[in-house]
């Protein structure tokens, strides 16, 4: 009587605690509101998210189609990251007013700037409706049955919950198809850019220190949404109002100290929490090393000509960004996942789910199925990945691409509409083209070569012919095609009519790059991959359906899908080598350092330079008088909280989110407490910049503030 009296007490009175892994759904926070709070959290979950009553859900949304933002005025003005507005604010600058390079602030409403293609979302509600989602759906039934009767109920419970509204929702799978929510959204389309600081603040350090600490990148820029009149979203009009938000975040200028708790509010992307050992073996040891390799060649060049000249640098930057940003990142992943012994920790846990599964008909087959799915997918991928990151890596072989596309047209209208496309990208291609000419010819030389010697270029020659002999080859390929002659390419396209595909077909490039699709992509394992991708995915629902049944423990939150999450931790520094120790906070003082007038990432202001020798840092420094920069914790979070509010235990904004450390980025496969942190920048940073620097008070003056 008495243990079963302490047990029942145990169970009440105890809180259940989770890691600091874990990208919790707002809707079911609940859950977790005794371990946040028992962390340092001293708001409720209902706070969070709350579908009677204004709540901070109401003031975060998701921003273009993969990032965070989030209201912090009643006028909807919006902070998300310098990155995240980064083409819309390249959209809207010209060499005049280049805002880019020399930032921007809009003093009025009447000068801010329109961003065509934008969009914000923000979320209405939530619903779990799995229920309706799998109705009728019959554990004998097959995918492709099964996919139908799901599509069919999506449309149904979709078209029922927007009947009538301006909203519009939908359904996303949750543990690989075990749960089904719908998300109600209204989507703005007016939103306009209202500041962004220049790119020497916004992206100092660049790719350099990206994924880095210590970190002193100032990632912000500030948008606001427009509505009807109605508060509704309308398409952009001069008439047009600001958006009047139910919630806007209050801000705190306190800042924190370490083990301090924080959670951020957004849309991660994608996560691979429950991948396999194969799975994570494929990433980590055979994908990620080519695809680092082939990149490297390409940056290399890349660089060299943005260190030539000013007009290359504008040229490259935003290509090089983002191939760069992959590049980093699966170099941290790989080495994370190896050092963490990921693949055998993966193997131990399914040694013990065989176990458990041997007895059980329905789980025996999922995991020696998975190998040998796996084992087929690799090859697969191993292709794709050269395809992809070898063959498309040049200019000249996506044009070769498009002028196929043209070739393989038979409607004479789509000939027309592509013809001119393609025209209009060539006259802008050959601008500066002796100069690019050489980084692009270097690039689909090597890269090709590179993929000969790995043995997976036998389409371009023998084995037994040397490299010195397929560079030549290639050569040749590149400066015989019509595509690097402006006057061949223009004269076959401004006549071009459907007889003529026989010219571009016989077009070295053109005829390369079929060879290397028909090689590395054959139809056959098209088929193939569309094949075992899908029972991949069936049996990973059937995978977590079993780790759930066998532990409940097994399974916490679901991957992310690019949907509103929670996740929590606290302000920590880490050891990310032996002797070293990361701070958890960054000042003004490491951008200093940092200064080299002679390297284009480290540039520093003569503005910011002038407030740092005077420290007139106002109410943005901190208890000892310095400038806060950035910060790290250990919030879960991956690609898509870019722009997530950081808040405080009172659910105040004290930072956006931005990256993560470079250590700890095999987060999205293999978490480890020790490693991974997410970055923020701290709110005072972004304020003291768009106060003291640059004086846009009129902003300042709109947000609310907790002092
Ligand atoms: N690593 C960050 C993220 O994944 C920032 C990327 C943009 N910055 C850059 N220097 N490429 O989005
Ligand atoms: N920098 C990423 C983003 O843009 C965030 C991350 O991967 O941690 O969403």
């Known amino acids: ?189 007016d939103v306009r850019m209202v500041g962004t600081p220049p790119s020497n603040i916004g992206k100092f350090g660049g790719d350099t220190d990206n994924w880095m600490w210590p970190r002193h990148t100032g990632d912000f820029s500030v948008f606001r949404v427009y509505a009807g009149k109605d508060n509704k979203p309308a398409d952009y009009s001069a008439d047009n109002v600001p958006y009047k938000p139910l919630q806007h975040l209050t801000i705190s200028l306190k800042g924190v100290e370490e083990n301090d708790f924080t959670f951020v509010f957004g849309y991660p992307g994608t996560t691979n929490r429950y991948a396999t050992s194969q799975a994570v073996d494929l990433a980590a040891n055979v994908t990620n090393p080519v695809r680092i390799d082939l990149r490297t060649i390409r940056l290399n060049h890349y660089n060299n000509a943005m260190n030539q000249d000013a007009a290359q640098r504008l040229k490259y930057s935003s290509k090089v960004a983002s191939i760069a940003n992959g590049w980093k990142k699966w170099q941290g992943e790989s080495l994370g996942i190896n050092r963490l012994d990921g693949v055998e920790k993966k193997q131990e846990f399914e040694k013990r789910f065989q176990q458990w599964a041997n007895n059980n008909p329905m789980y025996k087959d999922v995991l020696p199925s998975m190998e040998k799915n796996y084992a087929i997918l690799k090859s697969i991928e191993l292709n794709n990945t050269y395809f992809n990151e070898a063959v498309r890596a040049s200019d000249f072989m996506g044009r070769a691409a498009t002028l196929l596309t043209l070739a393989n047209t038979t409607n004479d209208s789509l000939i027309e509409a592509r013809k001119n496309a393609f025209i209009k990208q060539n006259e802008t291609y050959f601008k500066d083209f002796d100069k690019h000419s050489i980084v692009d010819r270097a690039i689909f030389i090597e890269t090709f070569t590179y993929m000969c010697k790995a043995g997976f270029g036998g389409f371009v020659a023998n084995k037994d012919v040397d490299i010195a002999t397929i560079e030549e080859m290639l050569g040749k390929i590149y400066d015989k095609s019509v595509l690097t002659s402006e006057k061949n390419i223009m004269k076959l396209l401004a006549n071009y009519k459907a007889k003529d595909a026989k010219k571009i077909l016989k077009d070295p490039a053109v005829e390369l790059y079929q060879l290397a699709y028909e090689n590395l992509l054959p139809a056959s394992s098209r088929k193939e991959y569309s094949k075992v991708t899908k029972e991949i995915n069936r049996l990973y629902r059937l995978y977590v359906k079993g780790m759930m049944e066998m532990d409940a423990n097994n399974v916490s939150f679901p991957d992310a899908n690019l949907t509103l999450r929670v996740a929590y931790g606290h302000v920590k520094g880490f050891a990310p080598k032996d002797g070293v120790y990361y701070k958890p906070y960054t000042t003004l003082e490491g951008i200093i350092e940092k200064e080299n007038p002679d390297i284009y990432d480290y540039v520093v202001e003569p503005r910011l330079k002038e407030l740092y020798n005077t420290h007139d840092y106002g109410q943005y420094a901190n208890a000892k008088g310095e400038l806060p920069v950035a910060f790290i914790a250990t919030n879960h979070t991956t690609g898509g909280n870019s722009g997530s509010p950081v808040l405080n235990a009172n659910g105040e904004l004290i930072g956006l989110n931005f990256d993560r450390c470079w250590e700890g980025t095999m987060s999205d496969l293999l978490f480890d407490p020790n490693y991974c942190r997410n970055i923020t920048l701290d709110i005072r940073y972004c304020l003291f910049i768009i106060d003291k620097y640059a004086g846009a008070t009129n902003l300042i003056n709109e947000l609310t503030m907790s002092k």
């Open 1 to 189: 009587m008495k243990r079963i009296l302490i047990a029942l007490l145990i169970a009440v009175f105890s809180v259940p605690t989770f890691a600091d892994e874990g990208m919790w759904i707002p809707m079911l926070l609940k859950r977790n509101e005794a371990d946040m709070q028992q962390k340092g959290m001293k708001i409720s979950a209902d706070d969070i998210y709350s579908i009677n009553q204004a709540c901070l859900k109401d003031a975060i949304v998701l921003f273009g189609s993969g990032c965070t933002g989030e209201f912090v005025s009643d006028q909807g003005l919006l902070f998300t990251n310098h990155h995240c507005g980064y083409s819309f604010i390249a959209r809207n600058s010209t060499l005049e007013h280049n805002y880019l390079a020399n930032g921007f602030w809009a003093k009025s409403f009447e000068e801010e700037i329109p961003c065509v293609g934008l969009t914000v979302t923000r979320l209405v509600r939530m619903e779990d409706v799995t229920e309706q989602v799998l109705k009728g759906v019959e554990d004998k039934m097959s995918e492709a049955e099964r996919e139908n009767v799901i599509a069919a109920n999506i449309k149904t419970v979709t078209k029922k919950a927007t009947e009538g509204t301006h909203y519009s929702a939908i359904i996303k799978p949750f543990y690989y198809g075990n749960q089904y929510f719908m998300y109600v959204n209204e989507v703005f389309t």
